[in-house]
């Protein structure tokens, strides 16, 4: 009798998938499971898809799969693999773009006698296997998903604890208190320049990401205490990675909208090698946002190719050629007043350009090797260009246009970085690494003083090296208990000073459900370049000695998950900083971790501190039944003395966030084939710190006047901003179309990002980020 109701159940079920196949057209994924650390083929892992039993398989010689029969949506995908821990994660499949999964699974500790297969999904688990407590993952679709994102990794990020927007108009963020040029950028292993659009000299920001979506694999981001790999960068680290394009069949994706058009060309260079290519070009004007009404102050232009080449050989590794290249200007062209002679020097015209290209181009080499170990070699060169000309009309030049202002700022990088990685049992692994750059640099500023005399104010050309090396140990003592430490040297070849910094951090298990970390780390960061080369009357630099500034971090964490998918972490952090670069006589109470937009010209020394201290709480739901949020709150402190002065908020001392994101999706359409989705971003931050206005002296010198006696004493309005996205995908039998509509600053709130003066109406003024902004797009992957 239960043999006959099992044999009903099974052709019932049969009938069902059969009827339902014929209304829905079925689609097929694929991809590979090694490694996590040795990235070597793992044979015969068992791969299934809850639901679809009936189609599991199991991974061949190269660590392949492939799964048949699914229907469009979302599904849960399990792997498991006898002396490793089980992986589940949750799948999409789309009509118009095949799937294709990098699975990396983390040997089990327990002897075999001990193994029972259990099954967890871990969303948040960094990609880097020896990461440290203040590290998470995040995918391409949370990019693509949260409110207000727009496809960019650093606005994805404001929506995580600690992360701070420092300008809405941009992606810049202050990563817990710190100045946003203490955040580091590093693709495919190797440290690169600030890819955004129209960023600022040696900045980690601008107003858009260089980094397409349509290239990105998921990456991860570091808040603070880093594991030892990771150096000159005090506030946090994107360690970006791409993904390959399908070595299997040609793919193309097209994309419209008000920020512009993109495409993407993907495929394999032929059936019978498994190589492939994956190429995305963006081109875009802002013309059409503009006509909105939003005003962008000026033309924006921008355009960058993104590319990774994967050439397998064989059985001697793997060659990747990759590369992002950006290029933006902006060109405005304002009346400040109207052109009165009658108002004297006041009355003037200004019209300028700004301008900021980047690229990174490299080749990668990697390596399994037999004793089980890897290896990768990476080299890469990299150029930056930022620059702003300013022409002027005043009654000084007979109200004809004269160069006012100019700036050209150039970097230029050759990179090397070798990374060995040895797993000696299941219990302990070992990495180590060296990284050599070749710093060029060249400066030329010239403004007019006083209105009256062209002055060349810098025209510098030189060049050093950088070099480090690391090495850091892995040990999982048992179920419980895992440790990490390991250490971190830096020369910086211009003026031999040098760092070691030792890292550390150790975890308990509680229990199943949840555990406690520990992470302590001494990180340290170079100037930029452009300080260490501004040179005296008499041709010396007067800043080449200055040393690393230098911090300690240390971080507790404890994470509990609620269920498969909940979890609430609370983080409590701090952070003592040392050697910050000061002024000194008139420039006393300056320090170069409040700096904005361009960097001083005089001398300089490491005589600054700071301190950092916070606790941060976040509420997360992993996309489960079609919605998810991430709830986060923090409180923190951050401050900065020189000599001269006791201790001061720093600009970036916004004191508390608050950010809720939140978003819900509908299966819908005939075929239940569709997919609506609604996401919000509600986020409220303290406001910055700004100097205040000397009124008496800005009217004496006819020029805005600083009250440098008082640094950052005026506390600015709080930051409220409301996104909304709202998203229709389709999955039509040969293509899937998304429509887009991202309304970013929904409520239009007047944020403040600092004071300003007015001279000739004698009046203090705020000026304020950005305002609503609708961004609409278009996207079709087939």
């Known amino acids: 009798m239960n043999r006959i109701k099992v044999l009903m159940i099974v052709v019932l079920t049969s009938m069902g998938q059969i009827l339902l196949s014929q209304s829905n057209p079925l689609y097929n994924f694929r991809g590979t499971v090694t490694d996590e650390v040795t990235q070597q083929a793992l044979i015969g892992a068992l791969v299934y898809v809850v639901n679809y039993e009936n189609n599991a398989t199991i991974t061949n010689e190269n660590g392949d799969f492939r799964i048949e029969g699914l229907v469009v949506g979302r599904h849960m995908l399990n792997v498991s693999y006898l002396g490793y821990e089980a992986f589940v994660t949750t799948i999409e ?119 397409s979506s349509q290239v990105l694999a998921n990456s991860d981001f ?118 009165d002679k009658d108002k004297g020097a006041l009355a003037h015209r200004s019209k300028g350009e700004f301008l900021s290209n980047m690229s990174v181009n490299g080749a990668k080499y990697t390596m399994s090797t037999k004793n089980n170990g890897f290896l990768s070699a990476i080299m890469a060169y990299s150029t930056t260009k930022s620059g702003f000309n300013e022409d002027v009309k005043t009654r000084y030049q007979n109200y004809t246009y004269f ?106 298990n509680i229990n199943k459900k949840s555990n406690i970390a520990l992470a302590y780390g001494r990180h340290s960061q170079i100037q930029p370049l452009v300080v260490y080369f501004i040179k005296s009357e008499d041709g ?27 979890r609430i972490k609370s983080e409590i952090y701090y952070q003592s900083i040392s050697n910050i670069p000061v002024g000194l006589g008139e420039n006393r109470n300056y320090a170069i971790t409040n700096q904005q937009f361009f960097f001083p010209d005089f001398k300089l020394v490491n005589e600054g501190k700071g301190r950092n201290i ?81 009124r008496a002296a800005s009217q004496l010198a006819q020029k805005e006047v600083r009250d440098e006696s008082r640094p950052f004493s005026v506390k600015l309005k709080d930051f409220y901003k409301l996104d909304i996205g709202i998203k229709y995908k389709r999955n039509k039998n040969k293509y899937t179309s998304t429509l887009s509509l991202d309304l970013m600053n929904a409520t239009n709130s007047e944020n403040v990002g600092g004071i300003t003066y007015d001279i000739q109406n004698d009046k203090m003024e705020q000026w304020t980020m950005m305002p609503f902004v609708p961004v609409l797009s278009y996207k079709v992957e087939f």
């Open 540 to 566: 010396g630099l007067i800043n080449k000695n200055l040393d690393f500034t230098k911090a300690h971090h240390l971080v507790l964490t404890h994470n509990y998950n609620i269920n498969t998918h909940t």
């Open 93 to 211: 499949i789309k009509s118009g773009k095949e799937l294709v999964l990098n699975v990396t699974m983390k040997e089990d500790i327990k002897t075999l006698d001990e193994v029972v297969i259990t099954a967890r999904e871990e969303k948040s688990k960094p990609v880097n296997s020896l990461a440290y407590a203040s590290t998470r993952t995040f995918s391409v679709e949370e990019s693509n998903k949260f409110a207000g994102a727009v496809d960019d990794p650093a606005r994805m990020a404001q929506s995580f604890a600690g992360v701070v927007p420092t300008n809405d108009g941009s992606n810049y963020v202050s990563v817990r208190g710190n100045h946003p040029s203490g955040l580091l950028y590093r693709m495919e292993g190797i440290d690169i320049p600030n890819p955004n659009h129209f960023g600022d000299v040696a900045s980690s920001g601008g107003g858009v990401s260089v980094l």
């Open 614 to 694: 916070g606790l941060e709480l976040t509420l997360e739901r992993f996309l489960h039944n079609n919605w998810y949020f991430i709830i986060t709150g923090s409180v923190f402190d951050s401050k900065y003395k020189t000599p001269a002065t006791g201790w001061i908020n720093s600009r970036y001392n916004a004191g508390y966030t608050s950010v809720v994101t939140i978003g819900k999706e509908w299966i819908v359409g005939k075929n239940k084939r569709n997919i609506l989705g609604i996401n919000i971003k509600n986020a409220l931050v303290g406001g910055q710190w700004d100097t205040p206005i000397d």
């Open 403 to 508: 160069s006012k202002f100019q700036i050209d700022n150039k970097t230029n990088k050759i990179s090397a970085a070798l990374n060995y990685t040895q797993k000696i049992n299941p219990k302990i692994t070992f990495r180590s690494g060296m990284y050599y750059d070749k710093l060029g640099y060249q400066t030329l500023y010239n403004d007019y003083e006083n209105d009256t005399e062209f002055v060349n104010r810098i025209n510098n050309k030189d060049n050093t090296s950088f070099a480090r090396v690391y090495g850091q140990m892995q040990y999982r003592m048992n179920e419980n208990w895992s440790a990490n430490i390991g250490l971190h040297y830096s020369n910086f070849l211009l003026n031999e000073k040098q760092v070691i910094e030792p890292r550390g951090n150790i975890q308990y």
């Open 222 to 339: 570091s808040t603070g205490a880093f594991s030892a790999e990771y150096g000159n960068a005090l506030g946090g680290v994107f360690d970006i990675k791409l993904r390959k394009g399908n070595n299997s069949k040609n793919e193309f994706t097209l994309k419209a909208g008000f920020l512009g058009m993109e495409a993407a060309v993907e495929g394999p260079f032929s059936k019978k090698y498994k190589g492939s290519y994956l190429v995305n070009y963006r081109y875009s004007t802002l013309s059409l946002i503009d006509k909105l009404g939003v005003d962008l102050t000026g033309v924006l232009n921008y355009s960058d190719l993104s590319y990774n080449i994967s050439l397998p050989l064989n059985k001697v590794g793997h060659l990747s050629l990759f590369g992002i290249n950006g290029w933006s200007n902006q060109k405005v062209d304002e009346t400040l007043e109207d052109l």
